[in-house]
């Protein structure tokens, strides 16, 4: 090879080499340039398609701080929340400085906290308040005012429908005294905010993802877990069991002053605590 047909050479892998660079650098910048709304898209429907498929979790409550376990009672979130709701499509509802807001299953802010009151996701929905005593309304996964706040009280989603309601005062006179109280006006809408008709069945209230393999049982006040064979699974013992969701079922003792989690088989999996 000549040496002008090395220089060639050494100028065009030069000029590669810059371009690629130029490529890459494009792509890094591209990526950060992206508008937060955006970046807030991206990661909220990733969480929704890993929601049906990742482990579930589950809330408990270590030294005064709400963290969440895996299905085998592992540590997996770090106790660091004031509070926190179960997860449901893909965030979960979590409280630090008396603020509200979600994260996802790795523990990361996707809302920020911002909410006084925050509710569970059902059809990409979920009712939250912006003060303590204010009107209730809906965000959408990605934190974005789906339906305005103008509901006295609302309830979670169920099957793209949420009963809400409205207060009135009323007055009227009892023994020649006025006696004042509040009346609440039950309707129910869709997620676009509309008013729909009451549905046959009333599904707006209760747990959707309940097991319904297993019955709860309740002995002396107690509450213990049969199958739908009656065999009993675990011995009424507890002050109170929910129904078992992701093969996990929460119970409480003391009179409620301590929960933990059981198993299907009844084996406890997370110790009752604080």
Same mark, same amino acid.
């Given at each position: 090879?000549?040496?002008?047909?090395?220089a060639k050479s050494s100028r065009l892998k030069l000029r590669l080499g810059c371009f690629v660079a130029l490529v890459?650098?494009?792509?890094?910048?591209?990526?950060?340039?992206?508008?937060?709304?955006?970046?807030?898209?991206?990661?909220?429907? /990733? @969480?929704?398609?890993?929601?049906?498929?990742?482990?579930?979790?589950?809330?408990?409550?270590?030294?005064?701080?709400?963290?969440?376990? @895996?299905?085998?009672?592992?540590?997996?979130?770090?106790?660091?929340? +004031? !509070? &926190?709701?179960?997860?449901?499509?893909? /965030? =979960?509802? &979590?409280?630090?400085? %008396?603020?509200?807001?979600?994260?996802?299953? @790795?523990?990361?802010?996707?809302?920020?906290?911002?909410?006084?009151?925050?509710?569970?996701?059902?059809?990409?929905?979920?009712?939250v308040r912006l003060t303590l005593g204010g009107p209730v309304g809906y965000i959408d996964l990605n934190g974005r005012? &789906?339906? +305005?706040?103008?509901? %006295?009280?609302? @309830? %979670?989603?169920? +099957?793209?429908?949420?009963? $809400?309601?409205?207060?009135?005062?009323?007055?009227?006179? /009892?023994?020649?005294?006025? +006696?004042?109280?509040?009346?609440?006006? !039950?309707?129910?809408?869709?997620?676009?905010? !509309?008013?729909?008709?009451?549905?046959?069945?009333?599904?707006?209230?209760?747990?959707?993802? =309940?097991?319904?393999?297993?019955?709860?049982?309740?002995?002396?006040?107690?509450?213990?877990?049969?199958?739908?064979?009656?065999?009993?699974?675990?011995?009424?013992?507890?002050?109170?069991? =929910?129904?078992?969701?992701?093969?996990?079922?929460?119970?409480?003792?003391?009179?409620?002053?301590?929960?933990?989690?059981? !198993?299907?088989?009844? $084996? $406890?999996?997370?110790?009752?605590?604080?």
């Open positions: 090879m000549t040496t002008t047909d090395s890459v650098v494009i792509v890094f910048i591209m990526s950060f340039s992206m508008s937060p709304e955006k970046r807030k898209v991206t990661r909220s429907r /990733l @969480n929704m398609m890993q929601s049906g498929t990742s482990t579930p979790l589950f809330p408990v409550r270590v030294e005064g701080k709400k963290g969440f376990i @895996n299905k085998d009672g592992e540590l997996v979130i770090a106790p660091r929340f +004031d !509070n &926190a709701y179960r997860f449901s499509e893909g /965030l =979960a509802a &979590a409280m630090i400085n %008396d603020q509200w807001g979600y994260i996802d299953e @790795n523990g990361e802010w996707v809302i920020q906290p911002k909410f006084a009151m925050a509710g569970l996701f059902h059809s990409e929905r979920a009712c005012i &789906a339906i +305005d706040f103008k509901f %006295d009280c609302a @309830n %979670d989603f169920v +099957d793209g429908i949420a009963k $809400v309601g409205s207060e009135t005062i009323t007055s009227k006179l /009892l023994g020649g005294f006025a +006696d004042v109280g509040i009346e609440c006006s !039950n309707y129910f809408i869709d997620t676009d905010g !509309n008013y729909v008709s009451a549905p046959i069945e009333d599904r707006t209230s209760g747990s959707r993802h =309940a097991d319904e393999k297993y019955l709860l049982i309740k002995t002396k006040g107690k509450m213990g877990v049969s199958d739908r064979t009656g065999k009993t699974i675990v011995t009424p013992q507890y002050d109170y069991i =929910a129904p078992f969701e992701n093969g996990l079922a929460l119970f409480t003792v003391d009179g409620g002053e301590r929960f933990g989690y059981l !198993n299907t088989s009844g $084996v $406890v999996v997370w110790p009752a605590s604080r």
